[in-house]
């Protein structure tokens, strides 16, 4: 892993699906990975007592986040034999229908992507803190809560 | 633009007691609050004081070309040294914030004076002086007519005015205002999240030292309401589970409900 890089694992707005193409033909030059794995996750219209989400308006504690995510990466690179590994997530304002969450592992044998890529998810949403706003049709709101 | 940043600390602080700059607020020296606010902005300033001890920072320090000239001596030093236009900052405010940083560079004039206006109130000691400037600034140092206010009078300044709270241009320069500053960092010092922002308005300090568990009946105190919300305390970005873990005034407490990311 070598020298800490100042990461910036966070964007404003929804991830552009042109994104997710982007990522994947950036690493048309690493011809030692044989597979990759990718998790989106994606703002769903949630029906919550008869109100419908319109979009989920994200937070994070910032400086903790990423400290976070980087204390997860390490574990994660030293636990599956990766290539890559790369992980994104929306703040602000998404509409349901957009993506939020973009995490995205590669290696040689697709196992070590498919399982780093899934431990990746369950522990970014056990473990960072990012808080989600849940804007309803009539201009209402509520504070997510995960259900698992 | 090209441009060299000064932070001024040449300040003798007889009400103090100790150089302005190095004074500390909550075990950080002054002129440190700059310094970090800088730093991801990508500015390394050059600091000009007379005292020791601000090696420690490991950036540039000077003295002043000529001594005893108060701010106008400052700016004519910065001038002189970067041969460039200057951006000036002061060390007894340490709480200048980026945004105040973002608007000066965005809005400022080229070949003016450029300085804050906040809430109405001017500060010389936040703007950019342009190398044009240095013969005015230089004969203003040599007949010690040192106020700063007469020199934007008499050449091309462009005023560049800001709103917000007072703290961000707290002037740290007698014993009572240290104690607002660290009632500010404290207050500061306790970040909120999620449900918690609907609840807690204003974050309620406790007396420090303190623990955990005292920490949070204060705050169950101040907000009856929450009682209906689960939170963790992280204290300097760790999470602790331990109710006694001590808790001291420079520590950053964060409040977290359960997470919903991802």
Partial sequence: ?148 | MKLKTYILSGGKSSRMGQDKGLQPILGKPAIAYLLDMLQPLGITPVIIAHEGGYSQFGVRVIGDVIPGKGPMGGIYTALSDAGEDVLILAADAPFISTAVMRALLAQQEEGQINVIRYNGRVQPLCGIYPAVCAGEVKESVQSSRLKMMDLLDRFPTHYIGLEGIAEIFHNNNTPADHAAAVNYLRKMNIKCFGKLTDIITEPAVPAYPTTVQAFKDHLQKAYPALATVGYKIALNRQIVTDPGTNICEADEIALLPAFSGG
């Avoid at chain 1, 989920?56 to 034999?81: L, P, S």
């Avoid at chain 1, 349901?96 to 780093?116: D, E, I, N, W, Y």
């Avoid at chain 1, 056990?126 to 209402?140: H, I, N, R, Y």
């Fill in chain 1, 1 to 148: 892993m070598g020298e800490k890089k100042i990461r910036n694992s966070f964007i404003e707005g929804p991830i552009p699906p042109e994104k997710i193409a982007d990522s994947i033909a950036a690493h048309r030059h690493k011809t030692g990975i044989g597979g990759h794995a990718i998790f989106l996750g994606q703002v769903r219209n949630d029906l919550i007592d008869g109100k419908e989400v319109q979009a989920i308006d994200f937070t994070t504690y910032r400086e903790m986040a990423e400290q976070k995510i980087a204390e997860i990466r390490e574990d994660i690179f030293a636990k599956h034999e990766l290539v890559c590994m790369h992980i994104y997530h929306s703040l602000g304002i998404v509409p349901a229908g957009a993506l939020c969450f973009f995490v995205f592992t590669s290696s040689k044998h697709r196992k070590p992507a498919q399982k780093a890529c899934e431990e990746l998810v369950e522990r970014f949403k056990a473990e960072v803190p990012v808080w989600g706003k849940e804007l309803f049709t009539d201009a209402s709101y509520q504070w997510k809560e995960l259900k698992g």
